[in-house]
């Protein structure tokens, strides 16, 4: 099967997810600055989901461009990685209305690191079938840190919400540069 179809639903299921977090951005009712405060806790979560969803669609564009043709282990690896994302604005919105709260932190952390399982059980499969891929990925550090840190941030959320979420904001700002590996073996497939 050709990859553009795997492309086209990927893309229409974040562009779903982004959706139903913004929406959860509520106008405050009064016209002042001050009722903007309110939002705060939801806001910062919106936009460190909202940079873990572009830095998936990203990393995911060049990894597929690099792609020939999918299977349907292929697919199912994808669905899996979208089912993980698709419960980032369930769990944005819970860490944003109680950003203090363990639970909420822990829980936004799992989800987390469940989608970095799953782009990583996407990307095996992917450079199982495509060794130019592998190639191109060679050491992948952050894909190796990026667990750990999710891990620590889990932990770290019955002693302090703040450091889990500040974990979770470190690994957002380790990938905020699109997988350089995966966009030259890209440019340079073209």
């Known amino acids: 099967m050709g ?3 795997l492309e086209a639903f990927s893309d229409g299921v974040l562009a779903i997810i982004i959706t139903i977090m913004v929406l959860e951005l509520k106008v405050p009712h009064e016209g002042t ?5 309110g939002l705060g806790p939801v806001a910062v979560g919106y936009v460190v989901s909202f940079t873990y969803v572009g830095i998936y669609w990203n990393n995911h564009h060049h990894l597929i461009h690099l792609v020939k043709k999918v ?3 292929v697919m199912w690896a994808n669905l899996h990685l979208l089912f993980w994302l698709s419960l980032l604005p ?12 363990a639970w909420p932190a822990a829980c936004y952390g799992i989800v987390l690191l469940a989608a970095a399982i799953a782009w990583l059980i996407l990307q095996t499969i992917i450079t199982r ?15 190796k840190i990026s667990p750990l840190i999710y891990l620590t941030g889990i932990g770290s959320a019955f002693y302090s919400p703040w450091i889990s979420e500040a974990c979770y904001v470190t690994v ?14 890209a440019h340079g497939s073209e």
């Open 90 to 101: 369930l769990m944005t919105g819970w860490v944003g209305e109680h950003p203090h709260m």
């Open 33 to 37: 600055l001050e009722a903007l405060r």
């Open 129 to 143: 079938d495509h060794p130019d891929v592998a190639r191109a990925l060679g050491e992948d550090w952050k894909g």
């Open 172 to 185: 957002a700002i380790l990938w905020i540069v699109p997988d350089r590996r995966l966009a030259r073996a």
């Open 3 to 5: 990859k553009g179809r």
């Open 71 to 73: 299977d349907g282990r």
